[in-house]
């Protein structure tokens, strides 16, 4: 059999970061909109021939974003929200849905599965769906153009609709009104010559996929019966589709994946529940992580694929918007680089793959086969550890801790705080660069620093807040800053992936055993101690989100590498606790993300995430105050292993989920500190008193004000800094005045 190969989603940022920077002109008003599209439509250029290069038999349009592909599809078919209707559907109105503007709140941000990145989600309440401008179409005719053989890619139907929230009809409902306006963009596809459709549907391999059996069965029935279904491949990812319901799609084929499936997909294959005469479309190497594929490996599992089909494609296990886009700019140690593979390497990986299997040329497929097998013989397990020395409870219940942290602190009611970032201001990002690269002196950029926190403490205690920070000026991202500093971390010069809109991540590579060897942030925070009377917070981030927002290591149990990272943190905690820092933040806003789609490995996955959190936290003294921070999360289900935590203090996002998180604590006495986020960071509009005293309030019905603080949902790296002084003043205005309120609500 001669298989094919395909690509099912390719980085938008470009090798430095080019459409990020593209986007933010625009957005500062140093760009025209007609140099916005110029510019994006030659970046858009680039990655398609970029892919054409490694002969990939198809390569996908569709992928490619102004911001996010569900931003794309909810404009495509008017599912525009309520506050944003009556304009224009142009790029403005997409940027001001996902970014909010002086008027109206952004749309809410929730995590694509459990990825690192971050989707729009749809608004429905009074929405009037129709077709409008078809982009997709548009995008692939420009394929077409370029002499590149491409197959259109939109999120399916089910999984666009499961995403949303809002309006008043049914699931079903819902589906049956888009049907017909994605016939109508199916057939312009077709029509157009799109050999075929990569319809996304990764919402049937979670566990409420058997919930959707009925309307899926419909929807890709009505595609039958409008001449279009022989033309479609159900694309999932992430985890074990059904099979046996797959196969009774009238669709061309699907695509599965046999990477993060648990080996499932293959023993359905092998149990007879797929026909034949459907295309497989099997997702073989890794689109999630950067390791290069045991390419032995792969080959086998290809010549056992052909068994169970007569048309069979090999693809990454999922798009590789998850992962940087080349080594090729790279400058790293040889040892460790021959184990990585980005973007373009894994297209090199099946092209190296098609030539072995179709015309038994061995010369790229030797030299993969001899990297990985050097790689594997490294010696990166070398460390020794007794995780039973290290206390992974507290000393005494919450209850007695509070007494003597009250008594150290003196913390008035309602006590304000920030989540620990300020502005990285052009200035601060230039420093650091100059730093980095040798143009200044350690001792200029340590002035630097040291001038930059001074001037944030004299804003924070201008303003009245309660606990400061010092304002993370040093750090580029909460986790590669640990990255550089841990051993066993790898950090990359342009190994950015996105995470949402123009917020890129540049994830450190975890290749080798996590080791804390010296102070980390213990100079700076203790820099800024000495400048107030007032407690400032160390800030660190927390060992299940260091793992889940790195690339992470596969030779080892997971659960290891996160203890690995947890003793690690504790060290950290420990040496700021011992400079005389009381209140140690731990944040954790990846502890929801990490967790399975399927719930079966739900309680394994939370119980190992709350004994490392425990494990980095649970040393210090009653006295010393552990906060934690979570965001962007969908928190109902986690609840209680939230709670199970023991930080003295969590704060949590709720400003752009409107005050619905707030409904989760009314099934749990939640009877530790807690802040619930009460203005979005994400949105340049600045909140007004009444909103942030109606949150205040909201959240009192269901917490005891003796355990409430409040403070803005995330942090404020992103923020300009006119932005961050009125919108604080603001917090801390509203809470001033609830403290001289009388309203029995508040009190």
Not at 418 to 446: C, H, L, M
Not at 542 to 569: C, H, K, M, Y
Request: charged letters at 25%; glycine letters at 4%; hydrophobic letters at 40%.
């Amino acid at each position: 059999m001669t298989i094919k190969t395909s690509n099912l989603g390719f980085p938008r940022l470009g090798r430095k970061r080019e459409w990020k920077k593209t986007i933010e002109s625009y957005w500062s008003n140093k760009i025209s909109e007609a140099e916005l599209n110029q510019q994006l439509t030659d970046l858009h250029k680039e990655n398609l021939l970029l892919q054409k290069n490694y002969n990939l038999d198809s390569i996908p349009v569709g992928d490619f974003s102004l911001y996010d592909h569900i931003l794309d599809t909810s404009l495509l078919f008017n599912i525009i929200p309520e506050r944003f209707q009556g304009r224009e559907v142009n790029n403005d109105l997409l940027f001001d849905i996902a970014r909010g503007n002086k008027e109206h709140v952004a749309s809410a941000l929730i995590k694509w599965f459990n990825t690192n990145y971050h989707y729009i989600v749809p608004e429905w309440d009074n929405a009037e769906p129709k077709l409008n401008h078809n982009v997709l179409l548009e995008r692939f005719n420009y394929a077409q153009s370029l002499n590149v053989n491409a197959h259109p890619v939109i999120v399916g139907p089910i999984t666009f609709v499961q995403l949303s929230k809002g309006g008043n009809q049914t699931f079903e409902e819902k589906v049956q009104t888009l049907l017909p306006l994605y016939k109508e963009v199916l057939q312009s596809l077709v029509d157009a010559g799109a050999e075929y459709i990569q319809i996304d549907e990764p919402v049937l391999v979670t566990d409420a996929s058997a919930d959707f059996e009925n309307i899926t069965k419909q929807a890709y029935d009505y595609f039958a019966e409008a001449g279009v279904a022989s033309k479609l491949v159900i694309q999932t990812y992430f985890e074990r589709a059904n099979i046996k319901f797959l196969n009774t799609l009238p669709v061309k084929g699907f695509g599965l994946d046999f990477v993060h499936d648990r080996g499932y997909n293959l023993e359905q294959l092998k149990a007879g529940d797929l026909d034949q005469d459907k295309a497989i479309y099997a997702g073989i190497i890794d689109g999630r992580n950067v390791w290069a594929a045991d390419i032995a490996a792969k080959k086998d599992l290809i010549e056992t694929l052909q068994n169970y089909t007569s048309e069979l494609v090999v693809q990454p296990s999922a798009s590789l918007l998850h992962v940087p886009v080349s080594l090729d700019d790279e400058t790293l140690d040889e040892t460790i680089a021959e184990g990585l593979s980005f973007a373009t390497e894994k297209l090199d990986e099946l092209d190296a793959l098609k030539r072995i299997i179709n015309d038994n040329d061995s010369d790229k497929f030797d030299v993969l086969k001899a990297r990985y097998e050097r790689f594997q013989n490294q010696a990166f397990k070398n460390l020794e550890y007794d995780f039973s020395q290290v206390r992974d409870t507290r000393q005494s219940p919450f209850a007695e801790r509070k007494k003597q942290q009250d008594a150290q602190l003196n913390l008035p009611d309602l006590p304000t705080t920030t989540i620990g970032s300020f502005p990285q201001s052009t200035e601060v990002r230039k420093q650091r660069a100059d730093w980095k690269n040798n143009r200044i002196s350690d001792e200029a950029y340590k002035t630097f620093l040291q001038d930059e926190i001074a001037r944030w403490i004299k804003i924070q205690e201008d303003i009245g807040l309660d606990v400061l920070v010092h304002g993370e000026f040093e750090r580029n991202d909460m986790v590669e800053f640990f990255g550089e500093k841990l051993q066993g971390f790898l950090v990359t010069k342009f190994g950015w992936v996105q995470s949402y809109g123009s917020r890129a991540v540049k994830p450190p590579i975890i290749y080798g055993d996590v080791k804390w060897t010296e102070p980390l942030t213990v100079k700076e925070t203790v820099y800024a101690q000495n400048l107030t009377d007032k407690p400032v917070k160390g800030m660190l981030t927390g060992p299940v989100t260091i793992l889940n927002w790195s690339f992470e290591r596969v030779d080892l149990p997971r659960e290891d590498v996160q203890d690995q990272i947890a003793l690690a943190i504790n060290e950290e905690v420990l040496a700021l606790e011992a400079a005389g820092i009381k209140i140690v933040q731990v944040d954790e806003p990846a502890l929801r993300e990490g967790l399975p789609l399927r719930s079966e490995y739900h309680a394994d996955y939370l119980d190992k995430a709350v004994h490392s959190f425990k494990l980095s936290t649970s040393s210090v003294a009653d006295a010393t105050q552990i906060h934690t921070h979570m965001c962007y999360s969908q928190f109902g289900q986690i609840i209680h292993a939230i709670y199970d935590l023991d930080a003295d203090v969590i704060s949590i996002e709720t400003s752009r989920s409107h005050g619905d998180l707030i409904k989760d604590f009314e099934d749990i006495t939640y009877d530790l500190g807690i802040g619930l986020g009460v203005y979005d960071i994400h949105s340049p509009r600045i909140p007004t008193e009444d909103e942030i005293t109606t949150a205040i309030h909201r959240a009192l019905q269901e917490i005891d004000r003796s355990l409430f603080w409040v403070n803005p949902d995330c942090g404020l790296k992103t923020r300009k800094e006119d932005e961050v002084r009125e919108a604080l003043t603001v917090l801390v205005n509203s809470v001033e005045k609830l403290r001289e309120s009388k309203d029995p609500a508040t009190v």
